[in-house]
Structures are given as structure tokens and as C-alpha cells.
């Protein structure tokens, strides 16, 4: 038995979804409960009149585009509360949770065909997604959340990640410093005995000279002639003329040796002054010259040093660690060169920065490379030679110090490093800056 149509009517009108018909200039032709209960327009009022009158708030050139999309291609369309959260702006008959003012829905339009297979109308469905919405919402602020927290912990993992590799490169320079300062300390004493002793072994052989004048003249004016033939004799087989201009500058040339080991000395003790974590207005020529006398060693066979010192500024920063930059930087310069090269230095001040430069005519870096060399235990030297932490440390003791490090290299022809400091800090680190570092 075929039933009555009003019995379909009838379930259309109660069902809890919104059934509306429209013709292609959007007129309403159909009008169920659900829309008559949730827009509180009566089923009369409606029909025959433009869905753009009843709800003024429909983008009306969109809708007409999905209207006239359904009526050329006879397919369905649909609309999804994430892109457009409700077509029509029914307020939500579930107060969830108060945050939801209006009602979120899906569409869909679909063509409704005349017997000549024609597109007679539109019947656009309506559904109430809003608890969907709700929850999808909800869930979305919680990823977000979760996923501000993750980005968080990682940060703070990469902080502790610096802060240990800069641990074990401290570790290292520590060592290296405490040894440095034992040998210093050792140096220290027997150096100054020699080199006061030099002082006056000089004075001696003076008066010793100017005693052997006084014997001289007298031998001249008083002496006997088998004397003076003697001394004569005994003064040509030990070439005492070249005797007596040699010893004055040997005693000399001694004296500066000595006054260059009580240098290198200083200069031991200086860098050994790693563990020193003060920040303090600093003389960077004066570090980087005893830098370059402590990595003297590692250098000397490798490349001729260049340097090219303008006028600094004294400038605000840990000289230990800035030291230990530097050190890294010449190190890696004197091991990018096979054989024999170059190495200049610069400094120089551009406004409240200042910079230092380290080139090397050594093998490049190529541009692969590039990218990774600042990364903890990046290194392509061989087990033992390199841990691949100087840089990465360095790039963090820079980054504390409100700097930054560029670098530019050429494979096969060399690499350029420049440090880039601030003269002042800036005004005190917040406590929370203070931490971090
Ligand atoms: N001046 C340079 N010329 C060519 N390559 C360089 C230069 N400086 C750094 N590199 C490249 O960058 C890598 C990383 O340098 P980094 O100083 O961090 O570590 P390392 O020198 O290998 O080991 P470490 O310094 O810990 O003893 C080096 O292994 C090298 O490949
Ligand atoms: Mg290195």
C-alpha cells in the first residue's frame, strides 16, 4: 500500500533537520519545522519570498553561486561548518556550555528534477552539527595547547643541550687552563731568578770590562815588553776584541729571551683564567694577542699570521670566554690549512659594534657543510682530532653576549669567520634572561 503523501509531508515537517526548497532566484518554496522552530518564521510567511529577505545576513553572491552551481551542473553541493560555521544564523537551542552562540550547521543543496529531467529547485538541507562543533572545537584548543607545551619543552631541551655541551667544552678549556697554570706557576719562579740574575750579570761584565780598560792602559803606558807581547798574544788566540762586543750582546739577547718567557708566562696565566665567569670592561687586543701566543704551537708550522689591529674600545663581555672564541676560530684556521697559508686578523668598530675577523687561505667549508657547522659534534676531522664542539659553543658564548658570528668560505680557497660584539650590554639581563644563559 502506497501511503498517503501527507504521511511523508508529515515526517518531513518532524524531522530534526531543516529542509528548505528554493527556486533559482532563491524563493522559498518548502519550509519545514525544524526551520519554522529555530528562524520563528511561520511555514506562511515564508513561501514565495526571497531567502535573502527572511535572513539578511546570507552572503548573498555566495549563495547564489551555490544555487546556480546545483541548477547548471545538476550535482549536489555542500557547505561544512569549519569553512562557513552556519548558513543560517539560528541561535543554538542547547546552551552546551554558554560559549556557543549560534547554532553551527552543515548543507547540503541538492537539484530536485522536473519530469523533463530539469532542475526545478533547489532543496537545501540543514544540519544541526553543533555538538560536533563543540567537542572538534575543544579538542583543537587542546592539541594547540599540547603543542605550545611540546614547542616549550623542546626549547628548554635545546637549552639544556647548549648548556651541556658548553659544560664539556668547559671541561676542557678547564683542564687545559688548569694545566697551563701549573706549568705557568712551575715557570714562574726560575724565570725570575734568571732573569734578575741577567740584570746583573750585565752590570758585571760592564764593570768587569771597564776594569779590563784600567789594565789595559796601565800595561800600555807601564808595562814591560815581554808583558805586553804576552798579553798581546793571549788577547788574539781568544779574539778578545770580538770576545768583548759579543758578550755585551749576548748577556742583551739573553735578557730579552728571558723577558719573552716571563710574557708567555703572563699570557698562560691569563688564559688559564677560564673558570672566571665575570663580566667586566676588557682590552680584546690584549686577549687576543695572549690567545695567539698560548695557540702559537698549532699554528706556527701551518700559516704566517696577519694582523690588522684598529683603535677598540675597551668593551663589556667575559674576556675568558670571548679568549676561548678566538681560540676556537685560530684553531680551526690553522687545521683548514694543508701546508703552508695565511691567517689575518682584523678588528675594528662600526658604531656600538665591534668586530674581529679570523681568514684563512685553508681548504673552505663546502655548502653542505655550511649549515651543520655550528650543530654540537658536527666535525669531519678525524676520532681524536675534533669533537665538533668549538663552534657551537662559541655560537652560544657569542649569542650570551648579544652578538652574532657570520661566516663566508670558498671551497678551496679559504673561510672568513667575523665576530660581532656590542661595546655595552644591554641595560641589565632580565632575571629570567639570567637563567637562561
Ligand atoms: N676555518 C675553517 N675552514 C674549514 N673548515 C672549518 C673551519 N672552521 C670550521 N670548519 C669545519 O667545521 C667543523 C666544526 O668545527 P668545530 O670547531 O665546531 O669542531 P672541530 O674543529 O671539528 O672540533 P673541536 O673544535 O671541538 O676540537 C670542522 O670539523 C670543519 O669541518
Ligand atoms: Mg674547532
Redesign the pocket.
Known sequence: MIPDPNYFEGIIQRLNTGIVIVDQVGHIQFWNQFMKLNSGHDREDVLGKSIYDIFPEIPQSWFQKKIDTVYTLQHMAFTDWKKRPYVFRFPTTRPITGEVEFMYQNCTFSPLLDEEKKVAGVLIVVTDITEVAEQTLAMQRLTNSLEREKREQQKLITKLEEAQNQLL?SEKMAAIGQLAAGVAHEINNPTGFVYSNMGSLGHMVEDLMAVIDVYEDQLCRNGVPEAQEAVRQAKEKYDFDYLKEDLVSLVKESKDGIERIKRIVEDLKGFSHVGESEWQMADIHKGLDSTLNVVWNEVKYKAEVEKHFEDLPEIECIPSQINQVFM??V???A??IEKKGKITICTGQRGDQIFISVA?T????SQE?LNR??EPF????PVG????????VSYNIIKKHHGHIEVN?TPGEG?K?VLWLPVKQPEIETEQEAAQS
Open positions: 667544552q676556537n676560530l684553531v680551526n684556521a687545521h683548514s684563512d685553508g681548504c673552505g667549508i657543510h657547522i655550528f658536527f666535525t669531519t676531522k682530532k675534533g669533537t665538533g664542539l668549538g663552534l657551537s668560505s673561510t669567520f
